[in-house]
């Protein structure tokens, strides 16, 4: 353990208590959420963890079990609790009506009709943080979990921070993000390729900002063996949605087939464009090819990363702007030492080295992938090249663990004062990469 370790452990323990507030927990496809929570437990902080919806996955990863947080679902449909929300909000209002009503115009301001769903769960959160004694709010995601603790923190006075990082980022209206990312004691950010967006949206707002990259738990997902099956598989999980470039995917294991390359796909994952891409299997005649497996738990997913040859997720930017930052999954196939083959879309260069911890090829461009892919299953000598590069980037950049740590700092540095952030520190204050981000 080292002493940047040491010192969290004994600031977390008198940092107070924090609550976590995220849209649904757990979830599936969120193993970096679970990940984060898991290394908050280890340091030491007293956590309390907040769910605006039931979890909507019927499976569970089996880590999950290590969670030692209470956790608490707001009420949710909203219509079905109708007492119990409308007896919060009396309360927040009898208890502080200045702090109330501030949230009120808050909300309305925004001239968001989300937001009043937002107001009335901020209202039930509100009332819950108080009762659990809370002494800082962080949101797991910038948009509906962002707001809803944004509206909480005018209630309630208890400050609170955010976490941005794809989707939740980059389909926020810019005007009413701007609000809660200023009002926000710290901002966490998954990527580099984030904070030059987040720069840019600023424009001049004083936006505190650090950066520290998800990871994975490197003791759980080891260098090791792999291609572990005949013929070689080519390896891809993810949901089942538009931004993972599945279909890109598909058309290139079509091109693969017809150049007599003998391997398989295998598919792991769930979501809206299951049906979709089974079609598209169908009619590409790729049944024998291609796999869809389904959700799967962590430890299963690991057994099949031993089992590819290589990892594809052929990743986009959808036409409404949607995109990863990251994908996690990414992180542990080449934590596995699986090699790699994705796309240069949002931050995934900043893992990916093109030519030298794995291949890059454009989006939507089915040949190129199967070039790709192609160029792997031939030659051993590139595949141990770029899974042991990929280790090791990995290793120095993604270390779930050591990047916990950077984020418990800040967290115990916001708890432990309410001090205004310095302008040094501020974006809009001067174009320079913050200091959290350069521990990574």
Known sequence: ???????????????????????????????????????????????????????????????????????????????????????????????????????????????????????????????????????????????????????????????????????????????????????????????????????RLAEGEPIHVRHAYHGTDLSRFQFGPYAQSKPPVVLAVARLVEKKGLDTLVRACARLRDRGRDFRCHIIGDGPLRKPLSDMIRKYKLSRVITLEGSLDQSEVLTWYRRATVFALPCVVTVDGDRDGIPNVLIEAAACGVPLVSTPVSGIPELIEEGVS????????????????????????????????????????FDVRRNAVAIGQELCAVMASRRAVPAANQIGARERVPQTSRLM
């Not at 921070?161 to 993000?177: G, M, V």
């Not at 890059?360 to 595949?383: F, G, I, K, T, Y």
């Open 358 to 397: 794995g291949l890059l090829v454009p989006p939507h461009e089915p040949d190129e992938l199967a070039n790709a892919l192609d160029e792997l299953l031939r030659s051993v000598v590139l595949r141990e090249k770029l899974r042991v590069n990929a280790r090791a980037r990995v290793v120095k950049a």
């Open 1 to 199: 353990m080292g002493s940047h370790e040491t010192a969290v452990i004994y600031s977390a323990r008198n940092a107070g208590r924090l609550g976590y507030l995220v849209k649904a927990f757990p979830r599936v496809s969120e193993t970096f959420i679970l990940n984060e929570i898991l290394e908050l437990e280890r340091q030491g902080f007293d956590l309390r963890i907040y769910s605006m919806i039931d979890p909507p996955d019927r499976l569970q990863h089996k880590v999950f079990q290590q969670v030692r947080s209470k956790i608490t679902y707001l009420p949710n449909p909203l219509w079905r609790n109708g007492h119990r929300v409308l007896g919060d909000h009396i309360q927040q209002m009898w208890r502080a009506p200045r702090a109330y009503f501030s949230a009120v115009g808050r909300a309305f301001g925004t001239r968001d009709s989300e937001m009043i769903e937002r107001f009335t769960q901020a209202g039930c959160l509100a009332r819950r943080l108080e009762e659990d004694g809370v002494t800082h709010l962080h949101a797991g995601f910038v948009h509906s979990p962002g707001s809803v603790a944004w509206l909480a923190s005018a209630m309630t006075g208890l400050p609170f921070s955010l976490a941005s990082h794809a989707k939740d980022l980059y389909h926020s209206p810019p005007a009413l993000l701007r609000k809660k990312l200023s009002a926000a004691r710290v901002v966490f950010t998954c990527t580099r390729y984030n904070i030059t967006h987040l720069k």
